[in-house]
Structure formats: structure tokens, C-alpha cells
């Protein structure tokens, strides 16, 4: 019998980092690392990935003994990495300091509060190995999540699509990238990068991998209202001018009906005995155009706290340490 040709994924086994943003997750670390390594033990015997694949834990200058959890998993298991902040830096610049100092030849990132199913990095090397450089984890139910989270979730992702920002519905910061995708990441230069958004723009072929999500292990959630709110405006300021434009539209409409007003008043006041000086009809404008002025200077104002930011060219992260 002829030996079996190795499919070309087996021929180059890819080394794999996983790479895990914790704030304060003392709570659930310890569980992590066990699945995690169960996983890279099971995908190592079968020769999916490098015997040097590894997790890379970035702590995001938490306040409890997270980092101390980690420099002991990582004593305990070589396949145990850690890379330390200076400070708390958020979720997205956390993940982005761990894909950029990530060593493997494909980088998954995933939250360390096991809500993400882990089994599913199995799927995702595997459309990896079948050519496919970036894999997107996708929840297939939102049904742990609370009412006005989901709602809330779902209807953000609608809005986005809707103003023209491209981003997979559904999907979080659960991805496999290649080295190449990673590197093309590393030429987008801005400091708020909402990776949700770039990392479709790149390109490359892509697909997705279907998950269920749980809940949180342990511990608290760490996107109180304020940051996901932050991160929402992030992502449509960042990626569409889509409301300016709309301010210079609504302008035109509310220019065009005051003319039609003042044609009517005209009408009332020249052609016709009922002119009552109205009370109404002069106040209402002046709160809506109020209100309408308002809203367009803030949006403006987004817009150039944005500039501001991106123009300063500020570092976006410090490694204080690394295991
Ligand atoms: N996280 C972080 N820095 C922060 C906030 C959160 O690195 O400032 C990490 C956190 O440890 C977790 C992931 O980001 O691994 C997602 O956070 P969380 O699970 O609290 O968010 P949720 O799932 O509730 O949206
Ligand atoms: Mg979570």
C-alpha cells in the first residue's frame, strides 16, 4: 500500500499563541489555564499545531494577583506565557499588545472569562490548515446574555452595517489570524483601533466558526455600560463619516421647510384675517433647531476629539514585563 500523503496543514505544523486579555480575572484564571492547555495538549497529539504552541496571558495592569497567578501557571507550564501592561489600557489595546508581541505562526485571541467556547480553536485551525487566514468566531444565541444586552448587541451590529462599516454579525474578539493578517494589522497606525472593524477591511480569505456562549465563569463583567458605550461610538467614529454627512442633509431639509414656513406665514399674514401672532409656531422651532444644533456640534465634536487623539501620536501601550 502506498503511504498516505499528510494533508500540506500536517507537513508545516503551525505554531499556535493564544492570546488572553485579563483584567482583575484572578477568579477564573486558574480554570482557563486548565482548559486552555487541555486544548493545546489535544491539538499538539494530533498534530494540528507545534509541540511550542503556547497561551499568552496579557494583564491589562489589573489591581488583584492576577499577574502573580500568572507568573506561577507560568512556572508551572512552559507553555504558559505572560506579557504585563503598565497600566490598565482596555480591552482592545490589551488584545492588540498580545497579537503584536504573539511569536506563532497563527494567533487566536480570546476573553479569559471561558464565555467563549474554546473548543471551537479546533475549528478554526482546521479552516486554517484548508487555506483560510482569518477565522472569525461567531455566537450562534445570544440567549445567556441579558435582554438589553442582546438587544442592544444585535441592534449596534445592524447600525453599523447600516452606515456602511463592514463587520461580521455576532462576532466579538474571537479570532484566528495568520501571521500575515497579523502583520497587515500592524500598518494601520491609528490609536483607537476597534479591531472589529479593521480587521475585515484587511482582506484575505476569510470565513467563520460557530459557537454557543455561556456565561461568564467567575467573576464580574468588565465592559460596565460606560466602556461599551465608549467602544460603540469608537466604532462608527472611527470607521464612517456617515453623521456628518447626515448633519449637512438634515440642515438642508430643516432650511427647506423653515422657507416653506416663512412662505406660509407670509400667506397667513398678508391673505387672510386669522394673522394671531403665534405664540407656537415661533417657539417649537427654536427648541428643535436648538436641539438640532446641539446634537450636530456634538457629533462634530466627536469627530474632532478624534483627530485630537489620533494626531497626538501617542504610545498606545508600555510592556512593563514579559515571562
Ligand atoms: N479586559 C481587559 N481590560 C479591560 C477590561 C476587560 O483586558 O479594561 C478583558 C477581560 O479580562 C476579559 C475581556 O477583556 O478577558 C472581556 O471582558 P468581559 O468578559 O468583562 O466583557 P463582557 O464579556 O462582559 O463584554
Ligand atoms: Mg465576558
Known sequence: MLPQVPPSSILSTPQLTIVVPCYNEEEVLPETTRRLLALLDKLVSAQKVAAESHVLYVDDGSKDRTWELIRELHAQ????????????????????SGLFSAQGDVVVSIDADLQDDVSAIESMIDAYAQGHEV??????????DTFF?????????????T?????????????LMSRRA?????????????????????GFRSTSVYYDRSERFAGESKYPLRKMLRLA???????????LRMISVIGLLVSFTSLAMILWVLWVKFFSDNALPGWASSVIPI???????LLSIGVLGEYVAKIYFETKRRPRYFIEEML
Open 163 to 175: 452606515l456602511g462599516v463592514k463587520v461580521v454579525f455576532n462576532h466579538a474578539d474571537y479570532r
Open 182 to 202: 497579523v502583520e497587515a494589522i500592524k500598518e494601520y497606525g491609528e490609536v483607537n483601533l476597534f479591531l472589529r472593524g479593521i480587521v475585515p477591511l484587511i
Open 135 to 144: 477565522v472569525y468566531g461567531v455566537r450562534k444565541l445570544r440567549n445567556v
Open 233 to 243: 461610538l469608537d466604532g462608527i467614529t472611527s470607521f464612517t463619516a456617515f453623521p
Open 287 to 293: 427648541y428643535f433647531l436648538g436641539g438640532l444644533q
Open 77 to 96: 507550564h512552559p507553555a504558559i506565557k505572560g506579557l504585563k501592561l503598565s497600566a490598565n489600557r482596555g480591552h482592545q489595546i490589551a488584545l492588540i
Open 149 to 161: 444586552k442582546r438587544f442592544s448587541a444585535e441592534g449596534y451590529y445592524r447600525l453599523l452595517n
